[in-house]
């Protein structure tokens, strides 16, 4: 188990330096620099202040010292300042803050309700909840995150006419993500805060919810199937105890596994929520760092959204030989 | 191989028959689901509709109606027009052009390597599979907002690289897929046996392994379209896919989001995400359906 753990960290540092790569090479040929983004556009901009500009973000170093600098900044964690004169490990505390907690919930979201969706068609197979649900699946794998938020604004805000629905006073959610408005506990939102929160949470959920209720479905009509279920059933358990204790915990390894493997998509899904929430976050910084070709933002960003990536995906592995013993052996 | 020429023909003609009675069986068992057949038919429309986008479009795809701003759909303009008074049903039955154009080329891109890809990682094993995935692994770990707006500001927005980096999003995925086919397949007796009978690598790959992943490939087909769709949508509405006028699917219901604040402009929202759910949808289904009539075994499995 060790050597595994130890294998596979080694791996993802090579995923990660990979990465990093690819990206500044990609920065590196973007026509300009920060400095012909930064400033005054009006204004020529002298040598002498150019020089300054190319000592300070330190272009004045052939590319291959740029390059391991750059590196040297990752690895240490000290990232210095962005294009607009702000610490960027502030930039990164805030922007992940946000997309972070909505991440979170949107994953504890689409798994909790995910699994008991599917899990429930499959014991019920064919019945009309099976039926709906398996309808609306479809629909949800088809509509990427920012339509469901399009559609949530036009269903609770501007209907026309005879589609306008009297919705209860209670699901009146604000439509603003106002910060100040906001307080939390780490990740768990205080007050009224939830009610903010709920209407991005659903948008970020929808595309994954619909992909495991399926995978889930599946995966416990499999287990339905086993023959070690006949045998608990035969030997006189109760239907729950049979579904529970024998069905449940079986079905879990795959489900877990796939609800892991969902995880790394969650960042893409909220990059896009965040821009059709108007959420201020990763997806807005990092496109603006790109824009104003801030090499040390981007990369920044960028390398922290892969540790995080290959964090999760280490420790799903390791939930993995937890819950089911025999992987630990191989 | 030293088998006399008359029976190395028999030899390949035989193989052309029984693939020949295996397309025959798929077809049969696909035309029984009546769900998967009905979606084929949408997919044979739109793709009729994408090529003959120019003599369907009652209007240019950038004509603008002075007399016709943020028209309901109406007997002129079937669905409305948008606030700067182009035809929504031009725009929309062109965005099936350029969104099957970008689907297709990205769906091929990524076919051809994720084939050559998967199939000589999963093949030879070893630090050449190490080396492959973990480039693959670069390339899903990669914040793709970040790549894609690297790539449209150094290259442009054409639809070449739109696709190329489409390929880059879509090729780790199936690459994989490919590589787990060629290794659940690779130590199967049949390949034994070929190989005891001294066939090369070459003849092994081409006639004894790569035709039992076709099944799997061709259902894949018709996922990596739909996939492709979404991603387009998705680069639009993030601002690094295509630009005004080009009106994909994605531009269309990016900009819809005008209409989140009026309601006389909800027929910008609803025809450009309902021609996008239903082909997406289509496309899924006939390539579930394809795959369950393929190899039966693997029905409802995802």
Known sequence: MGTYIVRRLLHSLLVMWGAVTFLFLLLLIIPGDITTQSGDTGRAMTPAVKKNLDRLYGLDDPVPIQYLKSLRRIITFNFGMSAQNREISTMLKQSFASSGRLAFWGVITYSVLGVITGVYSAVRRNGAFDRVSGAQSILLNAMPPFVMGILLQFALGVMPGPLKWDWPKWTHFPIQWDLGQQRWFGIIPLGTTWKTLILPVITIASVEYAGQARGARTVMLEVLRADYLRTARAKGLSERSVLFKHGLRNAFIPIITSIGLAIPNTFGYAVLTETVWNIPGLGGTISQAVGQQDSATVLAFCSVIVLITIVVTLMVDLLYGFIDPRVKVQ | ?302
């Open chain 2, 1 to 302: 191989m030293n088998v006399p020429a008359v029976m190395a023909n028999t030899d390949t003609q035989l193989a052309r028959d029984a693939a020949d009675t295996f397309w025959r069986d798929v077809w049969k068992r696909f035309r029984r689901n009546k769900v998967a057949m009905f979606c084929l038919f949408l997919v044979g429309v739109i793709i009729l509709v994408s090529i003959f986008a120019k003599w369907l479009a009652p209007y240019g795809y950038d004509d603008q109606f002075v007399g016709g701003i943020t028209e309901g759909p109406n007997s002129k303009f079937w669905f409305g027009t948008d606030n700067l008074g182009r035809d929504l049903f031009s725009r929309i039955v062109y965005g099936a052009q350029i969104s099957m154009r970008l689907a297709v080329l990205v769906t091929l891109g990524t076919l051809l390597v994720s084939l050559v890809l998967g199939t000589l990682s999963g093949w030879y094993g070893g630090w050449f599979d190490s080396v492959l995935m973990r480039i693959a692994d670069v390339f899903i770990a990669t914040p793709y907002i970040a790549m894609a707006l690297a790539f449209v500001t150094v290259f442009g927005r054409s639809i070449w690289v739109i696709a190329v980096f489409s390929i880059f999003r879509q090729f780790p995925g199936s690459a994989r897929g490919q590589r787990a086919l060629i290794l659940q397949y690779k130590n199967a007796d049949y390949i034994e046996a070929a190989r005891a009978a001294g066939a090369g690598t070459r003849r092994i790959l081409w006639t004894h392994l790569l035709p039992n992943t076709f099944p799997q490939t061709i259902a894949g087909l018709g996922q990596s379209i739909g996939v492709a769709i979404l991603n387009e949508s998705a680069y639009s509405f993030l601002n690094v896919g295509f630009q005004e006028p080009t009106p994909s699917w994605g531009r269309l219901i990016a900009d819809s989001r005008i209409a989140t604040t009026s309601p006389d402009l909800i027929h910008l929202f609803i025809f450009p995400t309902l021609a996008f759910v239903i082909t997406i949808t289509a496309f899924l289904f006939v390539s579930e359906g394809l795959r369950d009539a393929a190899d039966p075994k693997l029905r409802g499995a995802r």
